[in-house]
């Protein structure tokens, strides 16, 4: 079984910043793609960046040139550096990871972390 867990979210000021982290567990053979999506109340989750294993990064327009995505293949960890956050980027944050487990790929998600940002 495939485990990822979510940490880092809070409530902050806006212009403030919050590191989210997800950690992946269990039996597995490596982790392709991973991402951070969002779900703000009465919304549809949205992506907010991806990262392959290599490094690649991808954005979502809303968060370009405030987020940064980053990866640690050896720890199965990623982080998400949030910065001049705004109200609108209120709502609960998931983790989401593509595990290559035997011949297959499947894909896992987090139960996900809140962050609440004041105006």
């Known amino acids: 079984q495939v485990q990822l867990v979510e940490s880092g979210g809070g409530l902050v000021q806006a212009g403030g910043s919050l590191r989210l982290s997800c950690v992946a567990s269990?039996?597995?053979?490596?982790?392709?793609?991973m991402a951070w999506y969002r779900q703000a109340p009465g919304k549809q989750r949205e992506l907010v960046a991806t990262?392959?294993?290599?490094?690649?990064?991808n954005y979502a327009d809303s968060v370009k040139g405030r987020f940064t995505i980053s990866r640690d293949n050896a720890k199965n960890t990623i982080d998400l550096q949030m910065n001049s956050l705004k109200s609108e980027d209120t709502g609960v944050y998931l983790c989401?990871?593509?595990?290559?487990?035997?011949?297959?790929?499947?894909?896992?998600w987090g139960q996900g972390t809140q962050v609440t940002v004041s105006s």
């Open positions: 989401k990871a593509d595990v290559v487990i035997g011949p297959r790929t499947y894909r896992y």
């Open positions: 990262i392959t294993s290599g490094g690649g990064t």
């Open positions: 269990g039996n597995f053979f490596s982790i392709n793609a």
